[in-house]
Structure formats: structure tokens, C-alpha cells
């Protein structure tokens, strides 16, 4: 029902229904530049995003180099931090101040501006780069290794291999990762509305949040327009994306192989080891740690200070937003752990119509660009009472965004437990609770929460449906961060992005803290 509102007020004029907010909005040059610059942005940083996540998949599944773990860390810490933090620590470290642009005013040299279109692609570019190696490196792990050996037998050199071979069975996951990519970067409100918004660089995202907010003569309908606009570019690229998952759907059931199958001389692999090791330290880690130096300078730098912490810890408004995002993201989780596995289970086990109907709406508004779901929402819920303007109408959009999460989740979670062991317990006289709770369970509890998790990280760090949706006292930690910056209080964004950074890093660590016996 959202989306059908959206595409009515998409349509809505004074003299009825027409195409003319269409009309006028292509008419106009800002709405040009903004999908101009938003494909620009979404295909060149899916190139950065292909180039570097696709060699450094192939480097870590085939080569011998060391480190590995420690590798992998670093390429998926744009995955694990959010893109906004990223973003801000890269203004940081490329602002008049920084330490880049300091070392080049040092040496007469012209600054670098990250408030560019080529900022924003580089940062957007980084941030994707995770998404890629991914897919990519499971792919190649389940690419037979005797395949490959029987070609070097047969007189194939390790080039001819790699190009004719691994790279053919891995084309189809290197496409459905740029798609990802390039869907990802569309989706993306954080990045352009960071360093793009104050620069006057429109994409069609931010130009949706500019639009929906500017509350003049038929906003929301052009706002409307837009997003559909945007819908057509994001569904369009998902479509692509299935087609190239079909593809390589013959390999999922392969099984990974970890083994090394690229040798590299010593001397040879300590200058990759190092040049890899270097180059993603200063790209994913100094600027989060430039980032971090200066949340203890005040805000013209001058000084040394922990006022900046102070204000993070006792400010009631950063509080609150801390609170909302914890509360919002746990009430998120355990709904959706709830209702997607019950829909999980109706269609594994009962192949219902109905659950199968739920999963494609639920997949539908996973594929529609956040600001996008949160535009329907508002007109959806908007004359609702005691709903807009209330934590309710976040909690709605979280639980439509994310539900699809746990659908596919716990669908895969009931698929490895066999139905002959729930026909016997019913035969033996056990009841449906008990079924549930004696065999079930315990059954799919790993994988089950395991969605959940990924449902937490995302909801945590939210910023595009609160960025839209959230009152006053309903902000979250995203959009106390975003207002911050935007108020030019940096010192005090840089600050909680720290502490957001730690703490994330902190559960990471912990939830992948090596088991006793495990090697």
C-alpha cells in the first residue's frame, strides 16, 4: 500500500491525475544534474568497487600471501563501519586542516577537495569495494581446483588459466557484484548528502530529501516523481542482478576450498604482502585514526580536550538518539525474527500463496532505495494519528526495510532441517509447541540469529528512513551525527563517530573471537 500511495501522489496534480510533475521536473536542469550525476557516481565507483574487490578476492582465495585474516579485516572495514563515518573521517583527513592537504599547502601544492564529484565517487567507490570481494571470493573458492590443474597439465600457462578458466566461472558473481555495487550506490543517501548537499552536488537521493523537506507548492508529488524516477533505475539494476545470480546458481551447492592454488616466489609475495598491507591501512584505517585524533581537539584545533567525549556522554539529545537507535534496532530484530520465521515455515512447510506473496512484497521494498520507502511511509502513514512523527512510524519502516533479511534467513535455516523428524514427533504424540520448541528450535537458532545480526548492524547505523521519518525526540544516531556535521559542530561528530567505531570494532572482535580448538 506505500508504494501504490507513492506512485498516486507521483501522479497527483490540481487538475487530477497526469504525467506532468514528470513533465516539469525533467524540465528543469538541477533535476538533469541530479540523474546525471547520480549514474556518473553509481558506475564509476562500481568500477573501483570491481577492479578492487575482485583483485583482492583473487588474492586472498588463490595466492600464497600471509595475513590473510588480518587482510580480510581490512578490506570488510567499509562494510563493518558505516558509510557516513567513513565519509566524515575522510573529510576530516582531506579538509584545510588535514593531514593530506596540510603536507601539500606545506609544498605550494593545490588542496584535494573531497566536497567533489570525485570525492564522493572515491569514498562511494571504498565503501562498495566490501560487497564485491564477497561475492566474488565465494565464488572462487567453489571454482573446481582440478579444472584448473587439468589446463596447467594440459599446457596452459597460469595467465591463460586465469583468464580463460577462473575468470569465465567467475564473471557471472564479478557482474552481480558491480550490480550491487552500482544498486548500493544509488541506494546511498549518506555519502552525497555529506559531501555533496554543501557543495551544490545534486543526486537524485538528496534531491528526493531536499524536495521532501522544502514543504513548498507540490513538493511531496515532485518528490513523489522523483523517487519514482529513482525506483525505475534501482529495480531496473535488480532485475539485472537476478539474472546473473541465475547464472551462477550451479555453484551453490560446491562446496568452498580454502587451499592455496597460485604460488608466489618469497620475494615476490613480501612486496605484495606489503604494498597490500600499506595501501588498505591508509585508505580503511588512517582516516578513521585521523578521525579519532581530532575528536580530542577543540573545534578550532588548538588544543588538546576531552569536552568533546563530555558532550557525547552527557548531552541529552545524543542520549536519546543512542537509546532510539538501540531500542528501535532490538524491537526491529525480534519482530522480525518472529513473523520471518513464521512466514519462513509457511512456505518451506506449507507452501503457502500467502507467505510467498509476503516474501515478494518484503523483497520489493528491500530493492527500493531507502529515502524512496521512506517517502511512501510518510504518505502512507502520514494521517495516521499517533503514528508519523512518533518512534512508531521508524519502527514500521525498519520492520518493512529489513524483514526480507530474515524471511531469506530462516528460509534457508528450515530448509537444512528435515521434515521426517517433525512427522515423527507429531506420530509420536507431540504437540506443535513442542515440536517447535523441542526440535525446531534448537535447529535453526544459529542461522536464525545470524540473519538477526546482519538485521542489528544495518539497523543500528540507519540514517536514510530516519533522516526522513524521525521527529525531534525520535533521531537517531545516524541522523545526531549527520545534524552535527551539517551544523558544523565536527569536533563533536568526530567524537561519537569514535565512539561508534570502538564499540563496533569491540563486538566484532568479540563475536569472531577464535573458538577453543579452532584453528
Known sequence: M?????????LTTDDGLSIQNFVVLLAQERTREAILNTLLI???????AVVFGSLFAFLVAYTNISNKRWIELLVLAPYIIPSYVITLSWSEMLSSRGLINSFLTSLSLPEINIYSLPGIILVMGICNVPVVYLIVINMLRKIPKDMEWAARVSGYGLKDVITKITLKLASPAIASGGVLAFLASIDNFSIPAFLGISAGIPVLSTYIYENAISFGPSSFNLAAALSILLSVIALGGSLIQLRFVAKGSQMESVKEDYSIRVYIGKKKVRVINFVLMFFLICINIVPLLGMMVSSFYNTYGTRLTLENFEFVFTNQSVRNSVFNSVFLTLLTCVVCIVIGTTIAYLKVRKNSKVAYFIESSASLTYALPGIVLA????????????VYGTIKILVIAYITRYMILQIKGSTTALLSVESSLEEAARMSGSKPVHVWRKIIIPLITKPVLSSSFLIFVSACSELTLSSMLAAANTKTIGLTIFNLKQGGSYSYSYAMSTVMVVVIVFLYFVANRPKKGRK
Do not use: D, E, N, Q
Open 2 to 10: 506505500p508504494i501504490l500511495r507513492l506512485v498516486l501522489m507521483s
Open 42 to 48: 553509481s558506475v564509476l565507483s562500481t568500477v573501483i
Open 375 to 386: 517517502l511512501a511511509m510518510i504518505f502512507h502513514w502520514g494521517k495516521v494519528p499517533g
